[in-house]
Nanobody, 126 residues
Framework: QVQLVESGGGLVQAGGSLRLSCAASGRTFSGNAMGWFRQAPGKEREFVAA????????YYADSVNGRFTISRDNAKNTVYLQMNSLKPEDTAVYYCAADTRSGWGASRTQAMYDYWGQGTQVTVSS
């Protein structure tokens, strides 16, 4: 069974940092793009960051560009999201996802992602 399991969420003060991890099991995603999305209370899930299989193509949402960094370790079948300078508006459930449709590239589009984790809560207090 394919699973994506996020970890590293929690409560942090504004200006602080967190590092999210997403470990995949059941199959390797070393040849696929991976992404992070988030859903705040009362809002739709939105794109945060994506990385292609090699790390050579990376996309960020404008709202996190310069503060968040996505990376991956294909040997560990794991993708990371380093979040710095956190703001209260970053509060959300963060999901990782695997994109098996974009080939060598990566996508900002949720419909391209066909494997999803259960999410990890990130709460940023002011």
């Amino acid at each position: 069974q394919v699973q994506l399991v996020e970890s590293g969420g929690g409560l942090v003060q504004a200006g602080g940092s967190l590092r999210l991890s997403c470990a995949a099991s059941g199959r390797t995603f070393s040849g696929n793009a991976m992404g992070w999305f988030r859903q705040a209370p009362g809002k739709e899930r939105e794109f945060v960051a994506a990385i292609n299989w090699s790390g050579g193509t990376i996309y960020y949402a404008d709202s996190v560009n310069g503060r968040f960094t996505i990376s991956r370790d294909n040997a560990k079948n794991t993708v990371y999201l380093q979040m710095n300078s956190l703001k209260p508006e970053d509060t959300a459930v963060y999901y990782c996802a695997a994109d098996t449709r974009s080939g060598w590239g990566a996508s900002r589009t949720q419909a391209m992602y066909d494997y999803w984790g259960q999410g990890t809560q990130v709460t940023v207090s002011s």
